[in-house]
């Protein structure tokens, strides 16, 4: 018994034109599982459903704006019409936005929160209909270690919205995981994506600030969340819900003030060669 195989199965995956949405949707592809790609990067997402097709299987593409819960209800309708099911939900797509608390807008606010908060929720309560008639589906939302620990560096609004996204998850899973419907939250530390390649180019310090903080001594990839995804999308996870798991090469588990391991090797080795010489 494959307990990974995703065969028959329908999974929607937002932001599937690059990053955690197309690692998502290659991922739950390869096991099987047809995909709806939901990107306003329409040749990114079309890039994307082309590699899925050349596996066998059958995909959708749509621009929705995931902020938009009427347009949210008008994707799970085409996805009604061409699959007849859903089955899985990577809910991975939303803008967030840098600003200093004391200079971010309530206007820019509260874009974040539609983002990120209003908009996560609207893809969850359409998928979750579904799943609820058919009694079983499982969602996997995306979050950030923000949601758990301050970042600073002007990220309140996005600290704000992905906390409200890990509350949902647990509510979320607490009303629905008797009636068959999972819902867990994924939390990645840095993941290199173009925007945080722009980051990093415009100050050359930032990856060694954020290296500091990863005991694993790398950045995440976007294939980091293929794992991940097949498992929770699949039988493998039937009694996995509710869950918020970190992946973020360490960084949650270590102290603000500790030491990643390789950083004491290179101490130690240094200290050793001195003493020596």
Known sequence: MNLFDLSGRVAVVSGAAQGLGRATALAVAEQGADVALVDRNAAGAEA????????????????????SPEAIAGLFREVDREFGRVDFLGNIAGDGHLAPPEELSIDDLQRVLQNLVVGRFAMCQEAGRRMLARG???????????????????????????????????????????????????????????SLEARMSQDPLLEGRFLKGIPAGRLGQPRDIMGL????????????????????????????????????????????ET???
Not at 48 to 67: F, H, P, Y
Not at 144 to 171: I, K, N, P, W
């Open 48 to 67: 994307t459903a082309a590699e899925i097709r050349k596996m066998g299987r059958r995909t959708l593409v749509s621009g929705c704006d995931v902020s």
């Open 229 to 272: 995804a097949v498992l929770l999308a699949s039988d493998a996870s039937e009694w996995i819900t509710g869950a918020i798991i970190a992946m973020d090469g360490g960084n949650l588990a270590m102290n603000a003030g500790g030491t990643p391991g390789h950083e004491a090797h290179r101490v130690q080795s240094f200290r050793a």
């Open 275 to 277: 003493s020596r010489t």
């Open 136 to 194: 079983r589906g499982s969602i996997m939302n995306i979050g950030s270690l923000a949601s758990t620990t301050a970042l600073g560096r002007g990220h309140v609004a996005y600290s704000m919205a992905m906390g409200a996204v890990v509350q949902m998850t647990r509510e979320l899973s607490t009303e629905w995981s008797a009636r068959g419907v999972r819902v867990n939250a994924v939390l990645p530390a840095q993941v290199v994506n173009p």
